[in-house]
């Protein structure tokens, strides 16, 4: 049987990227973002290409109310679903110091990089323990938090606490269904040029080719998906509950 996976936040950047990688490798895939507009019409038409199956989910993934129905409607069209992979995320509204940090700012992070990721996994946890699961396919939730999960970056502070949020939230998932035969990962990204960073790419390349990372340059997107792809085909057996630093090596301790 085929693998089915949502993708939160794919109609661009590193969620576009892993729908494709997971196109190419057989998944059927829902593609989500917040409307249903020419960006998520756009990346559906691209994931297309790949000759799958592939379906837009356009809701918005702090709305908790919708996530049955929409749950429903991905697995009416394209199967049960084996794969979650909660790619969502937002960055700060703006850049500065901690104490000037506003609420609004705060609740934004939060809601989208902890909550949604919380409570979609809730949702597709239950869907999935609802039901006999007697075949051979892999399941899985797969995070994608961020390196600031772990490492300060003191002018997007209320981005860093949501991101630690998200990876205890990766762990406590999996402890919860390793039992149930469901693994949970979370990936946490460095250096990655997409078009939340297209604003500091250039310093980021600039610190990248000054030591920063153990590799001299900015990831890409579809390095991200490749990594999450992975996971998600069970290629890392007997691993659950771990957090993959895809950073080039940026966190490793040195003197």
């Given at each position: 049987m085929r693998q089915v996976a949502l993708v939160t936040g794919s109609s661009r950047g590193i969620g576009l990227?892993?729908?494709?990688?997971?196109?190419k490798a057989g998944f059927a895939v829902a593609l989500n973002g917040p409307a249903d507009n020419e960006e998520l019409k756009s990346a559906v038409a691209k994931v297309s290409e790949y000759g799958g199956p592939v379906v837009a989910a356009p809701f918005d993934v702090t709305n908790c109310t919708e996530y049955a129905a929409k749950l429903s409607c991905i697995e009416d069209t394209l199967g049960p679903l084996t794969t979650l992979v909660?790619?969502?995320?937002?960055?700060?509204?703006?850049?500065?110091?901690?104490?000037?940090?506003t609420e609004a700012s705060w609740e934004r992070c939060v809601n989208v990089n902890a909550k949604a990721i919380f409570f979609l996994s809730q949702a597709f946890a239950r869907r999935l323990l609802s039901r006999k699961r007697d075949d051979e396919r892999?399941?899985?939730i797969v995070n994608?938090?961020?390196?600031?999960?772990?490492?300060?970056?003191?002018?997007?502070?209320?981005?860093?606490?949501?991101?630690?949020?998200?990876?205890?939230?990766?762990?406590?998932?999996?402890?919860?269904?390793?039992?149930?035969?469901?693994?949970?990962?979370?990936?946490?990204?460095?250096?990655?040029?997409?078009?939340?960073?297209?604003?500091?790419?250039?310093?980021?390349?600039?610190?990248?080719?000054d030591g920063l990372t153990l590799f001299p340059r900015v990831g890409t997107p579809a390095e991200i998906g490749a990594i999450i792809t992975s996971l998600a085909t069970g290629k890392l057996p007997y691993v659950?509950?771990?957090?993959?630093?895809?950073?080039?090596?940026m966190l490793v301790p040195r003197f």
């Open positions: 990227a892993t729908a494709e990688v997971l196109a909660n790619n969502a995320g937002v960055g700060v509204l703006q850049r500065g110091d901690l104490l000037d940090v892999f399941y899985s994608v938090t961020s390196s600031n999960a772990v490492a300060v970056a003191v002018q997007r502070s209320e981005y860093c606490a949501s991101k630690a949020a998200a990876a205890m939230i990766s762990r406590t998932l999996a402890v919860r269904l390793g039992a149930e035969n469901i693994a949970v990962y979370d990936v946490q990204p460095g250096l990655i040029a997409t078009e939340m960073t297209a604003p500091v790419i250039e310093s980021y390349q600039k610190r990248a080719e659950t509950g771990q957090a993959i630093s895809a950073d080039a090596g």
